[in-house]
């Protein structure tokens, strides 16, 4: 006969094979933490109603508080006829409690129970990955002081475009986590309503109190809709859409620092700690942690179609299909997480080479648009100006020259409205010097941003 929580109506035990196939165990017992707090608050709920006497409530708490410690320090097996971390854990309390351990399940299904835990982990793992966050940010916005005087290229196309302080890209990267964060704290806000209660999926006859587990659990609401609780992972789906958004933006920027380590660009070198060596080539700094935060993006964005696959075809409510929201989930969090651990180092520890700039800033004509702007400035229609530049830039390619190469007279044959000052902006320095707009790359402009930041992270 089987022994299984749910056996009453079963006179066959369950095939090995199908306890194999459909437990979970071996995806969820990180829900362990989580799942004894929900019961713990869960126990107080049915005490507060009457369902429990005080002193069964206090049994089961502190009983449940035991068994976190057992399995924290690996004392309690995993057993895959068990299934699932909650079974598991209401076993290990049946077994040390006896009949009062039985009535810990009243009033609840593993629907809400699994909803419930999977939220307060979320809940939790939005808050590290906040700071998580922060701590890289707060890396960025530190080296800016050591980058300000360093006139870097932009890039469109991957083309040399304007020039700019090389701490305005810190900062570019500062807002892109800012809008993650702003993402994973609205995500949060939907996380934040308190499935328990809802049961099976239809609530239940017995007088519960929803109101006040949801407070003791730190929810912020009590979910309305009992069909919609035992179906609903929209929250993970959102999750992990910020986590790919996420990953996505960390890939981005270990790309960019790929490229400015190689020896084409020369801009930056990565620090021996955060760089390989080849087994062949001696001369090899590889940047494979970099590489690897770029190339452990795809398996976070693969997280995404993998949650909206899995609940496209979902009639309500509970589905077991639901179980398989673990893997995505929690590969996509722990990828995520492991990048941010290690970033920040990374980012305070790698150097531009002021030098290696230097010797090429004035390649590519970065202050064409500063000269075109001047023009602007001395009463040249826009459009005209473009024309001009374009015409000199084409000239100076000719003569394999600069811009501030050109005689005053070359520029007044172009242009009668060029007068002396022209200099003033030519060159890549005086060209992102001339920057001063706001939000531009220009020094005070990124000055500006970089108090807003030092001001935000609590550096200032
Ligand atoms: N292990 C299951 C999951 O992760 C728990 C819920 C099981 N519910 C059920 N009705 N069989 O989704």
Redesign the pocket.
């Known amino acids: 006969m089987s022994k299984k929580a749910w056996g009453g109506r079963f006179q066959e035990p369950t095939a090995p094979k199908v306890e194999a196939f459909t437990e979970?165990i071996s995806l969820?017992a990180r829900l362990a933490e989580v799942d004894i707090r929900g019961s713990q608050a869960h126990a107080r709920m049915l005490a507060q109603v009457g369902l429990l006497t005080a002193d069964e409530c206090q049994q089961i708490v502190e009983c449940l508080d035991e068994i976190g410690r057992d399995i924290q320090s690996g004392r309690l097996s995993w057993r895959v006829e068990l299934?699932?971390i909650?079974m598991h854990i209401e076993a290990a309390l049946i077994e040390r409690l006896g009949d009062v351990g039985r009535k810990l399940h009243t009033a609840r299904?593993?629907?809400d129970q699994?909803a419930t835990d999977l939220k307060l982990y979320v809940r939790d793992a939005i808050d590290r990955l906040d700071g998580l966050l922060t701590g890289l940010q707060k890396a960025f916005v530190e080296r800016c002081g050591m980058d300000l005087d360093i006139i870097v290229p932009a890039y469109t196309h991957l083309q040399r475009a304007q020039p700019v302080v090389a701490a305005h890209y810190w900062l570019a990267y500062c807002e892109k986590f800012e809008r993650d964060r702003q993402r994973l704290a609205d995500c949060r806000r939907r996380v934040n309503v308190c499935p328990l209660g809802a049961a099976?999926l239809a609530g239940t006859t017995l007088p519960i109190d929803r109101e006040q587990t949801a407070r003791e659990l730190g929810f912020a609401d009590v979910a309305r809709n009992s069909l919609d609780v035992s179906s609903d992972r929209d929250f993970v789906a959102e999750f992990v859409f910020c986590l790919a958004l996420l990953a996505t933006h960390l890939s981005g920027w270990a790309e960019e620092w790929i490229l400015w380590s190689t020896t084409e660009f020369g801009f930056l070198k990565l620090p021996d700690a955060y760089t390989t060596g080849s087994s062949i080539m001696p001369q090899k700094r590889n940047p494979d942690v970099l590489e690897l935060i770029r190339g452990k993006a795809a398996r976070v964005i693969a997280a995404v179609p993998q949650v909206l696959v899995l609940l496209k075809g979902l009639p309500l409510a509970?589905n077991?299909d639901?179980?398989e929201d673990?893997p995505a989930l929690f590969d996509a969090y722990d990828t995520v997480a492991a990048c941010l651990e290690l970033a920040p180092e990374l980012v305070r520890a790698a150097r531009l080479q002021p030098e290696a700039i230097a010797a090429r800033r004035d390649d590519g004509f970065l202050d064409a648009t500063a000269l075109m702007e001047y023009l602007i400035r001395r009463g040249v229609p826009m459009r005209s100006a473009h024309e001009t530049v374009g015409r000199l830039v084409k000239q100076c390619e000719q003569r394999g020259c600069r811009l501030q190469d050109l005689s005053l007279e070359e520029f007044r044959a172009a242009c009668p409205a060029v007068d002396e000052k022209v200099y003033e902006v030519l060159g890549a320095e005086r060209a992102a010097a001339a920057l001063g707009s706001y939000g531009s790359g220009g020094r005070g402009p990124v000055e500006e941003q970089l108090s807003y930041w030092r001001q935000k992270l609590g550096l200032a």
Do not use: F, G, M, P
């Open positions: 979970s969820d299934e699932d909650h299904s593993r629907n699994v099976a509970y077991r639901l179980q673990k």
